[in-house]
């Protein structure tokens, strides 16, 4: 079955410290995405690509990195710029035209220890 | 970036009852979608709409696509406690620099006593 994969599922970091989220899709999809989650509040883009070898930064780009060296594959490194980086963190994929939505990981949660 | 008006924000309903949930937005939009989120999870597509005034139904789901193209409502009738969780919508304006890009609501907390 095809799907969108994001791991670890808990991840804790020290401050000062670099991590990289995983994010992995095998439904042939162009398009990905990257969201951060805050408790009560909605989606917030962080990065997108809407083909290999190219990504545009989203709303909140700022302490984050991301690449796209394979179609199926857009990992995310959260930087020792985040200042606050404990969240909840989405990973998406979809047709170009994002007609169909997007499929969504299962998510990854960063805390900051 | 933009972000849709959706409300309420938050629901508590006893089980057994009807729950409305909308959004708005000053831009049209060319598809509309519903998205649950259960704790801990990503967001799960419920129900897409592609023309303004359809009405799409999913099981106990029932949404509609705004005949202004700028609003959609969502409702679910004869709430479980299942459903607890929370409910995005999202809206999807064709070309320029929103070519794919998703707008979403800030979302509506559901929770059902039993």
């Known amino acids: 079955d095809g799907g969108i994969t994001q791991s670890p599922k808990y991840l804790f970091r020290k401050e000062g410290q670099n991590v990289t989220l995983s994010c992995e899709q095998n439904l042939n999809h162009d398009a990905m995405y990257w969201y951060r989650q805050d408790p009560g509040q909605g989606l917030r883009l962080i990065y997108y690509s809407q083909i290999v070898n190219d990504f545009q930064k989203g709303d909140i780009a700022e302490g984050y990195s991301v690449s796209r060296e394979k179609k199926e594959s857009f990992p995310l490194t959260v930087t020792s710029a985040q200042k606050n980086p404990t969240a909840f963190y989405l990973c998406?994929?979809?047709?170009?035209?994002?007609?169909?939505?997007?499929?969504f990981g299962s998510g990854t949660r960063l805390t900051v220890v | 970036g933009q972000q849709l008006n959706q409300s309420p924000q938050s629901m508590f309903i006893q089980e057994g009852e009807d729950v409305s949930m909308n959004c708005t937005s000053s831009s049209i939009f060319n598809t509309w979608l519903w998205y649950k989120q259960d704790p801990g999870e990503g967001p799960v597509l419920l129900i897409a709409?592609?023309?303004?005034?359809e009405l799409t139904s999913n099981g106990r789901l029932t949404a509609q696509f705004g005949i202004t193209r700028k609003d959609s409502f969502l409702n679910i009738s004869a709430s479980i406690p299942s459903d607890v969780g929370i409910y995005f919508c999202?809206?999807?304006?064709?070309?320029?620099?929103?070519?794919?890009?998703?707008?979403f609501g800030q979302g509506t907390i559901l929770t059902v006593h039993p």
């Open positions: 998406a994929s979809s047709i170009p035209t994002g007609s169909r939505g997007y499929t």
């Open positions: 709409l592609y023309k303004a005034g």
């Open positions: 999202a809206g999807l304006r064709s070309g320029g620099t929103s070519y794919g890009k998703l707008t």
